[in-house]
């Protein structure tokens, strides 16, 4: 019994901050930020909270594929960015997306939460206990983005995405998985206060201590290493040689960073699916919107790679084999990622 994805879907907000208002608001250039990036725009969620964009990803997966709400068995929602503390973002997201019949949690797995959550998905499947599970990655960054911290406010968007996993005993489906985490990274790449550790205060606030800080070039040797041998381990483990890895869906950190993880494994740019130039760094959004993006490219029985690297350290990688799509509503599917408008942010 495995654990295959049968529906896709995905949100980005409408209102776009490219790179043009970012140099005109911290010291760097357009040339600069695309050339070290890869970055052109990211989408910002202006006077929505992370709920409502997983909450799009996942009308959007039902709008296009014929699954009811009331199927589904539960929800795990990969986010660093929760609409609170407390309570689950899952929560509210189950009661908008009209999942009666689910219960749903977050994971903070930070950039790797989409790939531990898929992890936990397919293997609650694999147990025989559940059927049907959406696994969600959804993060609004830039509620933790100081816009005047050009290290950090050049790389990051909003967007989700969300995947349908079921039960399949064909050959299609999630392959072995292997994930890791380091502590020893937390503080190269943390938002250091606003938790238990250091909960929010006027001195948090005035310190900026509520903004995610990185230490980005350290982060960057860090995910390449890693990305790459993680890629390489679990394609001994399943077996697989590189030439037959058909598509390799990375985390979209940084445009050199993917470059350098598909020349380590030997993989040809052409396989390698990257959407960074349209939305940045979505964190946990990154995975399951460049499959919603791709969707159409990927054919039955296809080998993908997925890997992945973020704060905490934590990192991994999986195989899967495409399988059989849900029927489609229409052919006519809802993008509402075409939709667009030029922010010129509001900087305090
Ligand atoms: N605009 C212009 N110049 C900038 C700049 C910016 N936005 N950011 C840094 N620089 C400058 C630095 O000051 C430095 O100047 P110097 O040579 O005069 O000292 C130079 O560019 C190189 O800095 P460096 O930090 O080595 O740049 P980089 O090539 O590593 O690019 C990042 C910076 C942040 C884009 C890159 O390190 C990165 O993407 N890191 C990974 C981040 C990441 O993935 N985070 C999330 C993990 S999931």
């Known amino acids: 019994?495995?654990?295959?994805?049968?529906?896709?879907?995905?949100?980005v907000p409408t209102s776009i901050l490219n790179n043009k208002t970012i140099s005109e608001t911290v010291e760097t250039t357009e040339e600069w930020i695309e050339k070290r990036t890869g970055i052109k725009?990211?989408?910002?969620?202006?006077?929505?909270?992370?709920?409502d964009l997983a909450c799009g990803a996942i009308e959007n997966l039902m709008s296009n594929f014929e699954v009811e709400p009331s199927e589904i068995e539960a929800l795990?929602?990969?986010?660093?960015?929760?609409?609170?503390?407390?309570?689950p973002t899952a929560s509210k997201i189950c009661e908008l997306s009209g999942l009666t019949n689910a219960f749903g949690f977050d994971m903070n797995g930070a950039c790797s939460g989409f790939l531990y959550a898929l992890e936990m998905g397919a293997t609650m499947i694999e147990s025989g206990r559940y059927k049907k599970i959406i696994i969600a990655g959804a993060d609004k960054m830039s509620s933790i983005v100081d816009y005047e911290d050009r290290n950090t406010c050049i790389l990051f968007g909003d967007g989700a995405g969300a995947v349908l996993l079921e039960r399949t005993e064909t050959e299609y489906g999630l392959m072995k998985s292997i994930l890791r985490t380091d502590g020893?990274?937390?503080?190269?790449?943390?938002?250091?206060?606003?938790?238990?550790?250091?909960?929010?205060?006027?001195?948090?606030?005035?310190?900026?201590?509520?903004f995610i800080k990185?230490?980005?070039?350290?982060?960057?040797?860090?995910?390449?290493?890693?990305?790459?041998?993680?890629s390489r381990d679990v394609l001994i483990s399943n077996g697989l040689d590189s030439d037959e890895i058909d598509w390799v869906v990375p985390h979209q950190a940084n445009l050199r960073i993917i470059k350098a993880v598909s020349e380590n494994l030997n993989i040809d740019n052409e396989k390698v699916k990257v959407n960074i130039e349209r939305y940045g760094n979505t964190t946990s959004a990154t995975i399951p919107l460049c499959l919603w993006d791709y969707a159409a490219d990927f054919e039955e029985g296809q080998n993908l790679l997925i890997t992945t690297f973020g704060a905490g350290f934590s990192w991994g990688a999986t195989c899967l084999k495409w399988g059989v799509m849900r029927e489609?509503?229409?052919?006519?599917?809802?993008?509402?990622a075409n939709k667009r408008r030029v922010l010129v942010p509001q900087l305090s």
């Open 1 to 11: 019994m495995k654990a295959v994805i049968t529906a896709v879907g995905g949100f």
């Open 41 to 51: 725009e990211r989408r910002i969620a202006v006077g929505k909270s992370t709920s």
């Open 76 to 87: 795990i929602l990969a986010t660093a960015t929760p609409d609170h503390i407390l309570a």
């Open 184 to 210: 020893s990274g937390t503080a190269s790449l943390v938002v250091p206060a606003g938790g238990s550790k250091f909960p929010a205060s006027m001195q948090s606030i005035i310190h900026k201590k509520h």
């Open 214 to 230: 990185q230490d980005g070039s350290f982060v960057f040797k860090r995910a390449v290493e890693a990305m790459s041998s993680v």
């Open 328 to 336: 489609r509503k229409s052919q006519k599917t809802t993008k509402t």
